[in-house]
């Protein structure tokens, strides 16, 4: 049991490049998130997913768009990337059957746009 | 709408020092409340949790109450090692648990 892993761990574009960040659980969960960290700011939410096919929009969704096509994966997309989006991005998946919400963390992806 | 808000740091205590960290939120109807650790160059862990009113959570010498009537969920520890240094982070989730809101995280060194 994995739990929720994040791929790559590391990147560094160039202002303009695109790139998808993948994340992963295999604890059959109906929710997914995507945050992002930046110092001082705590956790921001991009995006989410209630469920397979569906999507919804945070607090910080524009220059980013994602896709949940299988109920246990949700990619981030940066289609063209900003310095500003240099940050540390954090999955996170939950399952409202246990009525806990509890969140539970990938490992995190640090992106360096130049 | 709903928002957390937790003691500014960074905050640096000797070993065996006590330690509080301060949560306050505000929110529309009875959320759940957390708290997260995150060590240096991992993900967040959850470290206890409240579901309703005057609930507990602890977890590894950590306490923290649920307080309706203060809108609080303090952090609290009594004694704390240096392997306690991380940034934590008080977070509430309301409703369908949809969405989570963090605090921005509080730094805690603990030195020998």
């Known amino acids: 049991n994995a739990g929720v892993t994040q791929t790559p761990k590391f990147r560094v574009l160039k202002t303009g490049q695109s790139m998808t960040l993948l994340c992963a659980q295999d604890?059959?969960?109906?929710?997914m998130y995507w945050y992002r960290q930046d110092p001082g700011m705590g956790l921001r939410l991009i995006h989410y997913?209630?469920?397979?096919?569906?999507?919804a929009k945070g607090e910080v969704p524009d220059g980013y768009n994602v896709s949940r096509l299988k109920k246990q994966n949700f990619l981030l997309g940066l289609e063209s990337a900003a310095p500003s989006q240099t940050s540390v991005y954090f999955c996170a998946s939950s399952s409202y059957s246990s009525g806990n919400y509890e969140q539970y963390f990938g490992p995190g992806t640090r992106l360096t746009v130049t | 709408g709903d928002s957390v808000t937790q003691m500014e740091g960074p905050v640096t205590l000797s070993e065996e020092a006590c330690l509080t960290i301060?949560?306050?939120?505000?929110?529309?109807?009875?959320?759940?409340l957390f708290w997260y650790v995150q060590y240096p160059g991992e993900g967040l862990q959850l470290l206890l949790k409240?579901?309703?009113?005057?609930d507990k959570g602890s977890n590894k010498g950590f306490e923290a109450t649920y307080r309706k009537e203060t809108t609080s969920f303090h952090l609290e520890k009594g004694s704390v090692q240096v392997s306690d240094s991380a940034v934590y982070f008080c977070?509430?989730?309301?409703?369908?648990?949809?969405?989570?809101?963090f605090g921005t995280g509080t730094s805690l060194t603990v030195i020998p």
């Open positions: 409240a579901t309703k009113a005057d």
């Open positions: 997913s209630v469920g397979e096919g569906t999507t």
């Open positions: 604890m059959n969960h109906e929710y």
């Open positions: 301060n949560c306050t939120y505000t929110a529309t109807g009875y959320p759940s």
């Open positions: 977070a509430l989730s309301e409703g369908t648990g949809n969405q989570f809101y």
